[in-house]
């Protein structure tokens, strides 16, 4: 079972970026996505997060409406969109899944996932 995050970069303020997130996990196996972001002194904060049908989803305040996530089940792929960045949204931003869950469900809290993918960093310059 593995998550490969993909997708960070160099951006300057008011740019975007897509951060892909390809998960191994066997397709029988329903699990939601969260993505999170951790600067160093900090602690990983839950960005953006998609139950396993991906008809509902959670956005941390300060990213609503720039920030969209989504899913392709059939490719086991889910996707951050990050529009209109800022230099606070530096970060290096990580993918986890929630195993056997349930559609309609979407975690909030960090102990919930139990698969971590590997970060990726997105750096906008001002």
């Known amino acids: 079972v593995q998550l490969q995050a993909s997708g960070g970069g160099l951006v300057q303020t008011g740019g975007s970026l897509r951060l892909s997130c390809a998960a191994s996990?066997?397709?029988?196996?329903?699990?939601?996505v969260g993505w999170f972001r951790q600067v160093p002194g900090k602690e990983r904060e839950l960005v953006a997060a998609?139950?396993?049908?991906?008809?509902?989803?959670y956005y941390k305040n300060s990213v609503k409406g720039r920030f969209t996530i989504s899913r392709v089940n059939a490719l086991n792929t889910v996707y951050l969109i990050m529009n209109s960045l800022k230099p606070e949204d530096t970060a290096v931003y990580y993918c986890?899944?929630?195993?056997?869950?349930?559609?309609?469900?979407?975690?909030?809290?960090?102990?919930?996932?139990?698969?971590w993918g590997q970060g990726t960093l997105v750096t906008v310059s001002s």
């Open positions: 986890a899944a929630k195993t056997n869950s349930r559609s309609g469900y979407v975690p909030f809290n960090n102990d919930e996932y139990d698969v």
């Open positions: 996990l066997r397709t029988y196996n329903r699990y939601a």
């Open positions: 998609i139950d396993w049908a991906g008809g509902s989803t």
